[in-house]
């Protein structure tokens, strides 16, 4: 894979976010071995990513998909579509008959490709007992006399990174089970390890946690019969906005603003903060804490840069553009999009560093744009936050695990 890299990048205390890279070649060929074991090589502005770097993090790396009732054809293009090194962790909350459809594909895949995957239920009562002894029920509610976890997008992701861990994974990646397109997967797959092969060891930065966000190509649209290449979803144009208007008013730092935080931007940098599909270092999604539902990505960007301080380790977060478009089931309603972005919102809304002037701007927005799904005066309803999984008692978590969970005895 070739990269083209940028040095621009902004730097909000112990956390530099880099300018946008792309994808200059999905495949870019036999490169000479490099000297120093992994190294990419440089040519100008872009980097090549040897096959051996990009294996490197893929054996390391966890996938998790998160499935909602998803269309079990699209969801077999996904899973083959994860290369065959990495670890598939497929967190599922549908009901039983279908989870036996999918856990009989997954299987089938599992075999023929000669791979590793597992296969849970978001519902899965062991599941929520395992978390409730390791300290973590606020994601777990009653139901029927026993306890699950609590439905949402976020709360599979936790089950999702808490299984990486305890499959001894150092990176965790996140793919959409509703993506249509296999060629898609595989490149943000890709895109991770070389991403997260750059920020590790590229960067300078000595023992650095790091991000991958991926910025989609485009979100293919058909209308009047015509295929339409958008740049952005309707959800991410706004979450964007408001996103670059906090990083960009950070560098005018009001009153409001913590001004022990050590801010460098120095330009208008664009940035991707509403993407379904990103990736870390396991060590860093330990630490930051994961909201409930669709606010889970956005939230994660905005505590990175606006609560996280001196003294941890640095964060590297870069942004990548893809080649492919990402097509998804994006007829899932009106209602959709909008609690989406009010989830984005809030969490640019209630992070420590918005400004006054910003939040009475927010405000009006929402009171226009997003009526139904915020308070009268037009502020987005604070989501709920977990604790972040580090502090859970990982002993007795694998323990109940291993004893309650048929999924995870083979890891
Ligand atoms: P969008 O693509 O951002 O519009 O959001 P989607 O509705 O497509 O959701 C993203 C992914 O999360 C899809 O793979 C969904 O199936 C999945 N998802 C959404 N809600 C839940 C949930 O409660 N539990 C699980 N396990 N997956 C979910
Ligand atoms: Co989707």
């Given at each position: 894979m070739r990269l083209s890299i940028n040095q621009r990048s902004a730097r909000v205390g112990i956390v530099q976010i880099h300018e946008m890279f792309r994808v200059l070649e999905l495949d870019a060929g036999d490169v000479a071995e490099p000297k120093q074991s992994h190294a990419p090589s440089l040519s100008r502005?872009?980097?090549?990513?040897?096959?051996?770097?990009?294996?490197?993090?893929?054996?390391?790396?966890?996938?998790?998909?998160?499935?909602?009732?998803?269309?079990?054809?699209?969801?077999?293009?996904?899973?083959?579509?994860?290369?065959?090194?990495?670890?598939?962790?497929?967190?599922?909350?549908?009901?039983?008959?279908?989870?036996?459809?999918?856990?009989?594909?997954?299987?089938?895949?599992?075999?023929?490709?000669?791979?590793?995957?597992?296969?849970?239920?978001?519902?899965?009562?062991?599941?929520?007992?395992?978390?409730?002894?390791?300290?973590?029920?606020?994601?777990?509610?009653?139901?029927?006399?026993?306890?699950?976890?609590?439905?949402?997008?976020?709360?599979?992701?936790?089950?999702?990174?808490?299984?990486?861990?305890?499959?001894?994974?150092?990176?965790?990646?996140?793919?959409?089970?509703?993506?249509?397109?296999?060629?898609?997967?595989?490149?943000?797959?890709?895109?991770?390890?070389?991403?997260?092969?750059?920020?590790?060891y590229q960067t300078g930065t000595e023992d650095p946690h790091a991000m991958v966000r991926i910025k989609w190509n485009s979100k293919p649209k058909v209308r009047d019969g015509k295929i339409v290449f958008e740049k952005f979803g309707r959800s991410s144009r706004a979450t964007n906005y408001w996103m670059n208007r906090l990083l960009t008013t950070l560098t005018t730092a009001s009153a409001d603003i913590d001004t022990d935080t050590d801010i460098d931007i120095d330009h208008n940098l664009d940035f991707a903060s509403d993407t379904g599909e990103h990736a870390m270092t396991l060590d860093l999604a330990l630490t930051v804490p994961f909201a409930s539902g669709y606010a889970v990505e956005p939230h994660?960007?905005?505590?990175?840069?606006?609560?996280?301080?001196?003294g941890e380790r640095p964060v590297q977060i870069l942004q990548i553009e893809t080649r492919n478009p990402h097509v998804h089931d994006c007829g899932k309603g009106d209602g959709h999009i909008k609690r989406m972005q009010a989830g984005g919102l809030s969490t640019i809304y209630h992070s420590p560093l918005a400004p006054k002037e910003l939040k009475a701007e927010m405000r009006g927005f929402c009171k226009s744009q997003l009526g139904e799904v915020c308070s009268v005066d037009g502020e987005p309803e604070e989501c709920v936050v977990y604790p972040c999984l580090q502090d859970m008692d990982w002993e007795v978590f694998k323990k109940v695990l291993e004893e309650k969970v048929e999924a995870v005895k083979s890891l």
């Amino acid at each position: 894979m070739r990269l083209s890299i940028n040095q621009r990048s902004a730097r909000v205390g112990i956390v530099q976010i880099h300018e946008m890279f792309r994808v200059l070649e999905l495949d870019a060929g036999d490169v000479a071995e490099p000297k120093q074991s992994h190294a990419p090589s440089l040519s100008r502005d872009t980097f090549v990513f040897p096959q051996t770097s990009i294996r490197a993090v893929e054996k390391d790396l966890a996938i998790v998909v998160p499935c909602m009732n998803e269309d079990p054809d699209i969801l077999d293009g996904v899973l083959r579509g994860i290369p065959n090194d990495c670890l598939v962790i497929l967190v599922s909350n549908r009901n039983l008959a279908n989870f036996e459809v999918e856990s009989k594909m997954l299987e089938l895949i599992c075999t023929t490709n000669e791979r590793k995957c597992i296969h849970i239920h978001q519902k899965d009562p062991g599941v929520a007992e395992a978390f409730m002894s390791a300290g973590l029920s606020a994601l777990v509610e009653p139901q029927d006399g026993a306890h699950s976890v609590r439905s949402g997008k976020g709360e599979a992701m936790m089950i999702g990174t808490a299984l990486a861990k305890v499959a001894h994974r150092c990176f965790i990646g996140f793919v959409d089970a509703d993506n249509l397109v296999p060629g898609a997967v595989n490149e943000y797959c890709k895109v991770y390890a070389a991403g997260l092969h750059y920020a590790l060891y590229q960067t300078g930065t000595e023992d650095p946690h790091a991000m991958v966000r991926i910025k989609w190509n485009s979100k293919p649209k058909v209308r009047d019969g015509k295929i339409v290449f958008e740049k952005f979803g309707r959800s991410s144009r706004a979450t964007n906005y408001w996103m670059n208007r906090l990083l960009t008013t950070l560098t005018t730092a009001s009153a409001d603003i913590d001004t022990d935080t050590d801010i460098d931007i120095d330009h208008n940098l664009d940035f991707a903060s509403d993407t379904g599909e990103h990736a870390m270092t396991l060590d860093l999604a330990l630490t930051v804490p994961f909201a409930s539902g669709y606010a889970v990505e956005p939230h994660q960007y905005v505590h990175c840069f606006s609560t996280l301080s001196k003294g941890e380790r640095p964060v590297q977060i870069l942004q990548i553009e893809t080649r492919n478009p990402h097509v998804h089931d994006c007829g899932k309603g009106d209602g959709h999009i909008k609690r989406m972005q009010a989830g984005g919102l809030s969490t640019i809304y209630h992070s420590p560093l918005a400004p006054k002037e910003l939040k009475a701007e927010m405000r009006g927005f929402c009171k226009s744009q997003l009526g139904e799904v915020c308070s009268v005066d037009g502020e987005p309803e604070e989501c709920v936050v977990y604790p972040c999984l580090q502090d859970m008692d990982w002993e007795v978590f694998k323990k109940v695990l291993e004893e309650k969970v048929e999924a995870v005895k083979s890891l």
